[in-house]
């Protein structure tokens, strides 16, 4: 069984060009990996704004019904 040079030639090229967009794909799969990071921790730290201005914006409540209270009690 002896094979042609030109079906190595053909194999490499084939494993080339797969090994080429295989790579190209890892470098885009980083780039969202990394993208996708970044939303996660901003996401985070907006939920943690939210939650602080819901307890400020309820403390401000409690002071203005208290405040209520006292101009009419």
Known sequence: M???PYIFL??????SVLG???KRMKEEIDVIKARNN??????ARNFEKIM???KLSE?????IKKLFE????
């Open 2 to 4: 002896d094979y042609s």
């Open 10 to 15: 053909g194999l490499g090229a084939a494993i």
């Open 20 to 22: 080429f967009f295989l």
């Open 38 to 43: 970044r939303l996660e921790i901003n996401q």
């Open 52 to 54: 602080n201005l819901e």
């Open 59 to 63: 403390d401000r409540r409690e002071d």
């Open 70 to 73: 006292k101009s009419n009690g």
